[in-house]
């Protein structure tokens, strides 16, 4: 764990595994961002790449912006900000 | 593929199934291998099972609560307790929990997981869970727990296969499987691997229901589209995990990554650091395992090309799939 920024915050998130280089892994979170952004972009937040750490920048359309590990603190957050978790067994997904 | 943590296997299964029986006879075969170290739960005061597992190189015995609940802390202290001994060089190469008959493996499962030590230092290697082969029908009709112990196993034992009417034993192996397709089941006599007796398909085999269940038990199987990324798969799962992870009781599956294959398996919600299994691809690659209830193997596949803008199944190739078996 880096002790400037607190990650990873545990050992093996298994949302970062399957890349064999750190191209695969540049590339996969690319996907991952676009993914995220145009999900949540429809509850009213938006996703970017975390900048100089490897995290998620999680942001309300107000301004508020909060800086998330992995892809579960994601979900967490956004359920935090959201007041509810995004279910993608509801609707609009199904 | 080791990754420097120590393995822990959860043996689960109903009071009276045959737990310390089989475990007792696979220490003297030295199934688990050298320097495994044995933790015996036993929710009364008064331990016996310890007495009988003498082969293990090191027994300690949690009496007195069921390490799902109320042993809880007792659990936390010992493993931290092995764990720091290992780290120091004197420490077992493997742990198997013995759980009392009262408890459920999946809430095992997921406290080990939240602990910040534990979650370091630990690797859940597989869940097995003893079924009473003579009284398991008539268990999983008055007991809820024993379903949800089915849900969450990766080995399903089947005990006593010896003296078990054959037409419960077949009804059992092919319930079994439809209740929780991910898990290999096998059988077992006084704790010896025994063939199970083959079953034809069309074996009428529906288990008796969890009593007063809130809804039915859902076993569904979704095969993930040749084109789909992995890193997407995740982006969807992740957030299925988070929103239902009490209502998915177990996902497992091997999903294709530029690593390689990964081994995805969760209970509960609680997700392990997936597992890179060897290259030779297999047939069940590429598909995911669902078990709990609230879902259906349709509503599974609409979420994941909704969720993650895909095309529809007919117009990318991929065959229909039937909707999720209750069980």
Not at chain 2, 99 to 116: C, F, H, K, V, Y
Request: proline fraction near 8%; include cysteine; hydrophobic fraction near 45%.
């Amino acid at each position: 764990m880096c002790t400037a920024c607190g990650i990873p915050a545990a050992p093996g998130v298994w949302t970062e595994a399957g890349a064999a280089s750190a191209g695969d892994r540049l590339r996969a979170r690319a996907r991952q961002v676009r993914h995220l952004d145009r999900i949540l972009r429809r509850h009213g937040l938006t996703v970017a790449e975390g900048g100089t750490v490897p995290g998620f920048q999680l942001a309300r359309l107000t301004g508020e912006v909060v800086l998330v590990p992995d892809l579960p603190a994601v979900w967490a957050e956004a359920a935090r900000m959201l007041g509810r978790p995004v279910d993608p067994l509801a609707a609009p997904y199904v | 593929m080791s990754d420097g943590r120590l393995p822990l296997t959860l043996l689960g299964g109903a009071l009276g199934s045959g737990k310390t029986t089989w475990a007792r006879h696979q220490l003297y075969d030295g199934a688990f291998g050298a320097g495994l170290h044995v933790l015996v739960n036993e929710a009364a005061e008064v331990p016996v099972d310890d007495q009988l597992l003498v082969r293990a190189e090191g027994v300690t015995v949690l009496a007195g609560g069921c390490v799902c609940c109320t042993g809880q802390q007792a659990l936390r202290a010992a493993l931290r307790d092995l764990c720091d001994r290992r780290s120091r060089g004197a420490g077992p190469n493997r742990v198997l929990l013995e759980t009392s008959g009262l408890a459920d493996p999946g809430a095992i499962a997921a406290n080990l997981r939240s602990d910040p030590i534990l979650a370091r230092h630990l690797r859940l290697d597989g869940i097995l869970v003893a079924i009473d082969a003579v009284h398991a029908l008539t268990q999983l009709a008055e007991e809820p727990l024993i379903h949800r112990q089915i849900a969450v196993a990766d080995r399903l034992i089947l005990t006593k296969v010896d003296v078990a009417n054959p037409a419960d034993l077949q009804r059992l192996q092919v319930g079994l499987g439809l209740r929780n397709p991910a898990a290999k089941i096998e059988g077992s006599q006084h704790g010896v691997t025994v063939a199970l007796p083959s079953t034809p398909r069309d074996f009428p085999a529906s288990l008796p229901a969890s009593p007063n269940p809130p809804d039915p038990a859902v076993a569904a199987v979704l095969q993930l589209p040749a084109d789909l990324d992995w890193a997407e798969t995740m982006v969807w799962l992740s957030a299925l995990l988070h929103a239902r992870g009490d209502r998915v009781v177990r996902v497992k599956g091997v999903i294709p990554s530029a690593e390689g294959r990964l081994l995805v398996q969760s209970v509960r919600g609680v997700v392990e650091p997936p597992e890179l299994l060897p290259p030779q691809p297999r047939d069940g690659d590429g598909r995911l395992v669902f078990l709990g209830r609230g879902f259906s193997e349709t509503a599974l596949e609409q979420s994941l090309r909704s969720f993650l803008d895909l095309p529809d199944a007919e117009s990318s190739g991929c065959s229909e799939q039937e909707d999720g078996i209750a069980v």
